[in-house]
């Protein structure tokens, strides 16, 4: 049985991606009606989130059938990330997700999505201050299981309750694109 | 959007890490019950993700489940099954989004509900243009005619 926090999912749980302008209320009912064990929601961005933007806020609509479903969060200040964590867990989700993948350039050469991977330090800070926050369990997405895996071994804070990550590994991590320089610690 | 295959294989060292006790999930190119069983005997993962694979054809998880549980495939979604799920979509993005957006939102999807069917172009042309919610349920009792005897495979 696999388990997040308390949540049981079945002994193999089939999960729904986040995918920005598709994994929306209308598609999330059609895949949680052909067997979907948990989804997740859109992108949220957390600057959005915190101003209150409507393109934001209506992303945050999720409906009591559609449980389990985890709501998703980008940025790259851990600051509004922490504030954006509590408004999305003031609606209801079973878990809040941080996207640490996202290679869309206009995200990851701001530092967020993909882009936070250039930043292990930072990442973990941000994913320990999102945990702190909320009681819900927390999962990650990040692009490049490399790079967790070199986070897993060395810098992972202690205490740090989140549940789950999925290295997705679909993505490169797109990082060259942004700057030359790859950080040590990168794989 | 993504290029190359996703490299799983990390998702076995993260796993062989002993400090690590918490679920990890792979995620990258799942496109076919067979697939998924292979990724799941290859990799030690806790579960799947699975993106691209289920626009327009959400019935993946539970084709992936039922080869899980038995090795044999669903048999392809019917036709009368197709047109129930573009229905509830776009009922469903109707109520969310209001008539006017909800419809132009849904669009894009049907050419996923009925792909492979030869001569659909013609029918998703109306589609795509139908400007209200009745124009494009009565183009969707035509496919539900016209195709009545088509079988998928
Ligand atoms: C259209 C589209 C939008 C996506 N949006 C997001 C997103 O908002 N957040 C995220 O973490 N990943 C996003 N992704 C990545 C998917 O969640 C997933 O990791 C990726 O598509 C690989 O899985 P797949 O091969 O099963 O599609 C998106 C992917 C696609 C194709
Ligand atoms: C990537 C990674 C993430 C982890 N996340 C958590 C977590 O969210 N909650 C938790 O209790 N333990 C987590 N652990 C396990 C702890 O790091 C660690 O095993 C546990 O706190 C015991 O401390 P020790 O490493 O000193 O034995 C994680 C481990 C890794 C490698």
Redesign the interface.
């Known amino acids: 049985m696999?388990?997040?926090g308390n949540l049981a999912?079945g002994d193999?749980?089939?999960?729904?991606?986040p995918?920005e302008d598709?994994s929306?209320?209308?598609?999330r009912?059609?895949?949680k009606?052909?067997?979907?064990?948990l989804m997740y929601t859109e992108f949220i961005s957390s600057e959005g989130l915190i101003r209150d933007a409507a393109k934001s806020v209506q992303k945050l609509?999720i409906y009591d059938y559609e449980r389990p479903i985890g709501i998703q969060i980008f940025g790259s200040e851990i600051e509004s990330m922490r504030q954006a964590a509590e408004i999305a867990e003031a609606a209801g989700p079973d878990i809040l997700d941080i996207n640490y993948g996202c290679p869309v350039h206009k995200v990851a050469c701001k530092g967020a999505g993909a882009g936070i991977l250039l930043d292990i330090d930072k990442m973990v800070s941000m994913t320990a201050e999102i945990v702190k926050q909320v009681k819900i369990p927390v999962t990650v997405?990040p692009a490049?299981?490399?790079t967790?895996?070199a986070s897993?071994?060395w810098r992972?804070p202690k205490g740090c309750r989140?549940?789950?990550?999925?290295?997705?590994?679909?993505?490169?991590a797109p990082a060259s694109r942004c700057t030359r320089e790859r950080p040590t610690g990168l794989t | 959007m993504?290029?190359?295959?996703?490299?799983?294989s990390?998702?076995n060292?993260?796993k062989a890490?002993p400090?690590?006790h918490?679920?990890?999930?792979?995620?990258?190119?799942i496109d076919s019950p067979e697939k998924a069983l292979e990724y799941?005997q290859k990799y030690d993962v806790?579960?799947?993700?699975?993106?691209?694979a289920?626009?327009g054809y959400?019935?993946?998880?539970?084709e992936?489940?039922h080869f899980?549980a038995t090795g044999e495939k669903l048999a392809p979604p019917t036709l009368e099954a197709r047109l129930a799920?573009a229905r509830?979509?776009l009922d469903?993005?109707i109520?969310?989004?209001g008539d006017k957006l909800?419809i132009l939102?849904?669009r894009r999807?049907y050419t996923n509900y009925f792909r492979g069917m030869p001569g659909f172009k013609a029918y998703r042309s109306r589609m795509v243009t139908a400007e209200s919610y009745e124009e494009v349920v009565e183009i969707l009792e035509e496919v539900r005619h016209a195709y009545a005897d088509y079988s998928f495979v």
């Open positions: 696999v388990k997040i999912l193999f749980p089939l999960l729904l991606a995918m598709v929306d209320p209308p598609f009912a059609v895949c009606q052909e067997g979907a064990d609509d997405k490049s299981a490399g967790i895996t897993a071994s992972w989140m549940s789950a990550y999925r290295p997705s590994a679909s993505m490169p | 993504y290029k190359g295959e996703a490299d799983w990390y998702l060292q993260v890490n400090r690590l918490i679920p990890v999930f792979g995620n990258g190119d799941r806790d579960g799947m993700m699975i993106g691209r289920s626009i959400p019935w993946i998880f539970n992936i489940k899980f799920i509830k979509h469903f993005s109520e969310w989004k909800g939102e849904m999807h």
